[in-house]
């Protein structure tokens, strides 16, 4: 299967630990996002990179929150001194570089902060 | 600023239709829509673009007025296999930034 793959699926974390998430978008798409979803809420846009370049990031991404997309390829999202409140499903997704292109999710991790 | 969709939720039996609608009050690029089952992640459905083209799902229709800033998702004949959230996100600029979803609308099929 080629969809967008993420890493881990779960992660249990203690309040004040850094944790980091990776994804794998389709091959040949060259944009990748990330956001976050708590429940009952739709997807929240964190950040985006085309290619290796990350050309957009919310207001929502406080500075406990990187994101890397070395090479292009896989990218990580990591979250430093994580807090109750980052407790949701952080997802990715990636699309081509055309047009309206549309976007393809992965099937995200799920932090939970104790 | 989010989209609002509307209604929150329906309730329908199986072979019904439905009508969901999304509006935003800043101009827009595209309308894409998604299906979420719980625990799962989005779905894509179909995408409008800014200038009438369309793609995406082959059961399901959708419609862009541009001027209105409104999308309306129109499903038909509606199966079991259709229950879950559908959340529409907002593009104001072509894949240069990331979707403003809406809050979702719950839509359960009964038999």
């Known amino acids: 299967d080629t969809g967008v793959s993420q890493d881990p699926r779960h992660k249990i974390t203690k309040r004040g630990q850094n944790v980091t998430f990776r994804c794998d978008p389709i091959s040949e798409h060259n944009r990748l996002y990330w956001y976050r979803q708590t429940l009952g809420q739709g997807p929240e846009f964190l950040t985006y990179?085309?290619?290796?370049?990350?050309?957009?990031k919310s207001r929502l991404l406080s500075d406990r929150f990187s994101a890397e997309r070395p090479k292009g390829s896989f990218s990580t999202l990591e979250i430093q001194r994580t807090e109750q409140g980052d407790s949701a499903m952080y997802l990715c997704a990636s699309s081509p570089l055309s047009e309206g292109g549309e976007q393809f999710f992965g099937p995200g991790t799920r932090l939970t902060v104790l | 600023q989010q989209p609002v969709q509307s209604p929150q939720a329906v309730i329908l039996r199986e072979g019904e239709d439905a009508v969901i609608n999304c509006s935003s009050s800043?101009?827009?690029?595209?309308v894409h829509w998604y299906r979420q089952k719980h625990g799962e992640a989005p779905v894509f459905l179909m995408i409008l673009l800014k200038g009438g083209e369309q793609k995406g799902h082959d059961k399901i229709s959708a419609s862009f007025n541009e001027k209105k800033q409104q999308s309306s998702l129109y499903l038909t004949a509606s199966q079991l296999s259709y229950s879950g959230t559908y959340f529409c996100g907002t593009e104001k600029r072509g894949g240069a930034d990331g979707l403003t979803f809406g809050k979702g609308t719950h839509l359960i099929i009964q038999p």
């Open positions: 800043k101009a827009l690029y595209s």
């Open positions: 990179f085309q290619n290796e370049a990350q050309l957009e």
